[in-house]
């Protein structure tokens, strides 16, 4: 049986831009696979591939200890999760406002809240936009995002915990020496 030329008078069999088109979206893939992988060797962070198209890099911090950002190709796009804090003890309704008027700020990335009620930065790129400099930007925003908005989220959403935990330290003669952050909500309150 012969095959039908295409309606624009094309030679190619029928089809055969359909198949070809098929595996654009799998170069593309690949190619943001081969893109992010040189971003993650050039950028020096530590960082494991468990399967396929999927990363995990370990940021360092200087208030948060490390943040752990995944990273996936998918067919149109590269994910990226990111924890930053779990759910707050008190104070919800600030910490989610705080994080909201921040996310009109952000670049790739926006602060999001799981059912559990942990939040997290998350974000999409088309893989058509996924260069070493955009890797780099993006975990850039990541690791100043978790990172340097650590103290003020654990101020706001955990300063009870923090008080209990001082008071507790100091009973037993521990090092609060990473509390010192947190001086304003741990000295007695002037009578």
Sequence with gaps: MAE????SGSSEPAGASQRAGASEPAERAEAARLALEAALRESGAEWESPGP???VVTLPGTRKLSTTCSLV?????LSVNAFVIRRPDENAAAVHRWLLERNTRLYGVAYAVDAMGDVYLAGRLPLAAVTAEEIDRLLGTVLEQADGSFNTLLELGFATAIRKEYAWRT?????????DAFTHLTRPADG
């Design 53 to 55: 198209g999927r990363y």
């Design 171 to 179: 009973a037993r003669g521990e090092s609060t020496r990473n509390l």
């Design 4 to 7: 039908r030329a295409e309606p």
């Design 73 to 77: 190709v998918g067919r149109h796009s």
